[in-house]
């Protein structure tokens, strides 16, 4: 299959293919030009299923995601019932996993990620407006996405626990 361009709320993904050995089953390969999420663009994005389904439930088992410069990490997810009812997890790094929770449809779509010990360096250190203070440390993330009203207005509330946040300026005082 191949779409020119797929578009959600805040999401766009823009030449997209996907090859499968079958619909209910087997491997398959996902690749992506470029996708936009709220602001952030990856490049030349590619998810690889050892197991795919798009018949109901939806699922990939044993997949690797990877994005120009980012990657590879371990990730499985399924899409279930007429609620589409969303589990997955998504491993960026040795002992940091994203899970993510939710139902995408229904009168209130939601969607709900957590992750453990997440490293604010590498999260932080690339960013413009922090890569001069060398951030470091580990966070505990948990947000919240829950649609409200029309499908472009998202409602998001986090909550980010920083046991151990370091940061310096270059001149040392800050």
């Known amino acids: ?44 994005v590619q998810l690889d299923c050892a197991d795919f389904s798009v018949l109901p439930p939806q699922h990939c088992r044993g997949g690797v995601l990877r994005a120009r410069g980012a990657g590879p990490w371990p990730i499985e997810f399924s899409v279930r019932g007429a609620q589409r009812e969303i589990r997955g997890s998504l491993r960026i790094e040795q002992d940091v996993r994203v899970d993510v929770t939710g139902t995408l449809g229904g009168s209130r779509p939601h969607l709900l990620l957590k992750t453990a010990g997440l490293d604010l360096g590498r999260l932080l250190g690339g960013e413009p407006a922090f890569k001069s203070y060398a951030p470091a440390g580990r966070a505990d993330i948990r947000a ?31």
Do not use: C, M, W, Y
């Open 1 to 44: 299959l191949h779409f020119k361009s797929v578009s959600a709320p805040a999401l766009t993904l823009e030449d997209v293919r996907v090859s499968a050995s079958a619909l209910s089953g087997g491997a398959a390969a996902i690749r992506i030009a470029r996708a936009r999420l709220s602001g952030r663009e990856l490049q030349d």
């Open 144 to 174: 919240e996405v829950t649609q409200t009203g029309t499908p472009s207005t998202l409602n998001v509330r986090v909550r980010l626990d920083v046991p151990a946040l370091r940061f310096s300026s270059q001149d040392g005082l800050r």
